[in-house]
Each structure stands twice: as structure tokens, then as C-alpha cells.
């Protein structure tokens, strides 16, 4: 009974979170405002620490965060993740190769040694010092996907490398984030060089095998007329195949969301291209405002004081700042253009799982203090309600400027 109890609840916070994130979204898209942001404010509202921790079901609290709930958040990003590389064939990828590496690499390395330096120099510990500039580090690329793919801006050069470099981006995070949790697990703070190095060559390495396998498998097995004659047949192995791969990356030491990014990539060079977006763009009607509704609901603002704010306003700061240099600056040698190299640093800003697993992971390992996880969380939440605003603005700003030429 206690399990049936638990499932009900489940059920019933998904409820919630998907019936508020569509009605914001309503509200946000009469407003003209981005109806991600709508979204991800449902979430902050009906999430467990404001209006949803009412105790409304069996004297708990209406909706729930536990492990299935998050789990089904993370199933929405593989989703949107797979839309996203349906956008881009594996021969425009690849062309925009040092470019999305470059921009990727530095939207890493900028953050991380910015946010360490600053706050070594204001006196925290060194592991705290790490993971606040580890959760600096990764792009939560489905917040710009869904304000670009709502204003038509998917297929332009900026989009197309926001979607590369955030991989690259997400990939070298995942490498970043699995050497300092080491590191914080088991107290050593002077790791080897080498061994950071060939974690990274890896993982790298790792995406690189599993793009070419997608791309040489995936074509194959979806182009057998004689095979998949029943209806819906194409539709159902192409989900298995996504949601398989992002298993096996998750398995080798990889980000989830890249399986499907690569799977997604290796279907946008095949002319089943449009059955399948035909299909998949219904499942992102209800993915998607679920998984920033998730995101959303993870904002817990109770333990704000002013030591927070001041810690906060320093890293989101940080977090602003080093993505526009890191990231904008590199783009402008590729763009030549610096109204599009400011929207791909723009659009690099949010910031999202990464930050939200490094606060995890300092609380239960006893090395962040309440305030610096706090100030992590604002700075999740923060970048992530900036950028769809100002991506949005920026694009306004363009459409306007070409209509009164």
C-alpha cells in the first residue's frame, strides 16, 4: 500500500507541474514573452518549496521531488536533446567542428579558472572553492533550443553553433565534474595531471565512437521497408534507439543527453527526417514544458540571507560574464559578426543540471555550506530565467532593425 501511496503521488505532482507549465506558457505566449520562462516559473510556484509543499495529499505535501520525478525530468531533456539533433546533419556538425570545439572548450575553461580565482582570492576552502567553479561550468543547452526553435532561429549559423559548442561544452563539464567529485569523495586535492588529462581525452574520445557508430548504424537499421511495415514501427524503434544510446552514454562515463544528440544526427541526413519530426515534436509538447517545470521546482529560495545574496550576485556574475568572454569573444573569429557572436554567448549562459548535481553533491559530501549551496541554486535558477529573456529580446531587437530598413 505504501508503494501504491508513493506511485499516486508521483502521478499526481507530474499533474500539477504539466497542467501549471502549459497555463504559463499560455500566459507567457499572450505577454510575448518566451514560454520557456513561463515554464520554468510553473515549476518555482507549484514545486515543492512554495505552493506545492501545501500539505495536501495524506497531510504531505502536494507535489514531490523524489528520485522518479527527477528521473522523468531527465528522460525530458534526452527527448529534447534528440529534436535538437535532428537540426543538424552529422557533415554540418563536423564543418563547424573547431569552431564548436573552440567556443565549447573555452565556455569550460573560462568559467572554471575565473570562478576558481575569484573565489580563492575571497577566502572560501579549496573544495568549496572547486565545485563553485565546476557548477560554472556546463551550458543547459535545452533552454536556448526551445526559445530558438520557438522564434524559427534553429537553422542559423549562431544557433548551429550554440548547438555544437554546447555539446563540446557539456561533454569537457562531464570530464570537469567527474574529476572534482574524485577529488571531494575522497579528500585529495592535488590529483595527478596525466590522469585528468586522459580522463578527458576519453570522454572525448568516447563521443567520437559513439557519433560514428550512431551515424553508420542508425541509418540501417531504420531503412528496412520490408522490416518495419506495422504503423507506428518507425516511430517506436527510432524512440528505443534514442533513449538506448543515451543509456549507453550515460554507461561509458558520458552525459545521457549526448546519446541522443548523436542518434538525432545520424536520422537528420535520412529522408525519414520528416516522419520522424512529425512524431517526436508531439512528444516534445509535453516533455518539454515538464522538464523545465522540473528544473523549475527545484528552486528552493527559503534559505536566502543577505551573506547569500552578496555570495550570489559574485557568481552570478561570474556565471554572465565569463560565458559572453568565453564564449562570445571565440565566436566573433568564426561569425565575423558580432551582433550573432553575442547571441551565441548570450545563449551559452543558462546554466542547469550540472550546477544543480554539483550542489547535490557538496551538500551530502559535507564540503559546501548551506549559504554556498544556496547561492549555486540562485545562480542555477538566475541564468536560467536571464537568458530565454534576453535571447528573445536580442532576436526582437534584429527583426525590428531589418523592418524599418
Known amino acids: 500500500m505504501a508503494a501504491e501511496s508513493v506511485f499516486i503521488h508521483v502521478i499526481i505532482s507530474l499533474s500539477v507541474l504539466l497542467f501549471t507549465a502549459k497555463l504559463f506558457a499560455e500566459i507567457f505566449q499572450r505577454l510575448k514573452m ?48 534528440f529534436v535538437a539533433g535532428l537540426e543538424i546533419t552529422p557533415r554540418e556538425f563536423l564543418r563547424g567542428g573547431a569552431a564548436s570545439f573552440t567556443v565549447g572548450a573555452l565556455g569550460v575553461i573560462v568559467p572554471f579558472f575565473v570562478g576558481f580565482a575569484v573565489f580563492s582570492i575571497y577566502g572560501l576552502g579549496a573544495f568549496e572553492t572547486l565545485l563553485i567553479a565546476t557548477a560554472l561550468t556546463a551550458t543547459s543547452i535545452a533552454i536556448s533550443i526551445q526559445v530558438l526553435t520557438e522564434l524559427g ?20 563539464a562531464i570530464a570537469v565534474l567527474s574529476v572534482v567529485v574524485t577529488m571531494v569523495q575522497s579528500g585529495n586535492i592535488t590529483p595527478d595531471i596525466m590522469e585528468i588529462t586522459f580522463l578527458i581525452l576519453k570522454i572525448l574520445g568516447l563521443f567520437a565512437v559513439l557519433l560514428m557508430v550512431a551515424i553508420f548504424l542508425v541509418p ?19 524512440t528505443a534507439i534514442f533513449f538506448g544510446t543515451a543509456g549507453i552514454a550515460a554507461y561509458v562515463g558520458l552525459s545521457p543527453i549526448v546519446g541522443a544528440f548523436a542518434v538525432g544526427m ?39 540571507n543577505l551573506n547569500v545574496l552578496f555570495i550570489a550576485g559574485i557568481v552570478v556574475a561570474i556565471a554572465i560574464s565569463t560565458k559572453l568572454l568565453g564564449c562570445g569573444l571565440p565566436s566573433l573569429i568564426f561569425l565575423k559578426d558580432r551582433a550573432k557572436s553575442m547571441r551565441v554567448g548570450i545563449g551559452m549562459i543558462s546554466r542547469g543540471e550540472v550546477g544543480l548535481i554539483v550542489a547535490g553533491v557538496g551538500v551530502t559530501t559535507g564540503a559546501l555550506s548551506t549559504d554556498i549551496y544556496t547561492a549555486i541554486i540562485i545562480m542555477v535558477a538566475l541564468t536560467t530565467i536571464i537568458t530565454p529573456i534576453w535571447l528573445k529580446k536580442v532576436y526582437q531587437k534584429e527583426n525590428h532593425t531589418a523592418s524599418t530598413k
Open 34 to 81: 518566451p514560454v520557456v520562462l513561463g515554464e520554468l516559473l510553473a515549476g518555482i510556484i507549484v514545486g515543492p518549496y512554495a505552493l506545492g509543499g501545501l500539505p495536501l495529499f495524506d497531510g504531505g505535501p502536494l507535489v514531490v521531488l523524489d528520485e522518479t520525478v527527477k528521473h522523468i525530468g531527465e528522460l525530458s531533456a534526452i527527448v529534447i536533446l
Open 153 to 172: 532561429k534553429m537553422q542559423s549559423k549562431e544557433a548551429r553553433l550554440i548547438l555544437g559548442a554546447a555539446i563540446v561544452d557539456d561533454i569537457l
Open 220 to 238: 540501417r537499421i531504420l531503412h528496412r521497408e520490408k522490416l518495419w511495415r506495422s504503423k507506428g514501427s518507425i516511430e517506436g524503434i527510432t
Open 266 to 304: 545520424a536520422i537528420a541526413s535520412t529522408k525519414l527526417i520528416k516522419q520522424v519530426e512529425e512524431y517526436v515534436h508531439k512528444l516534445q509538447f509535453i516533455f518539454a514544458p515538464l522538464f523545465f517545470a522540473i528544473i523549475g521546482a527545484q528552486v528552493d529560495l527559503r534559505g536566502i
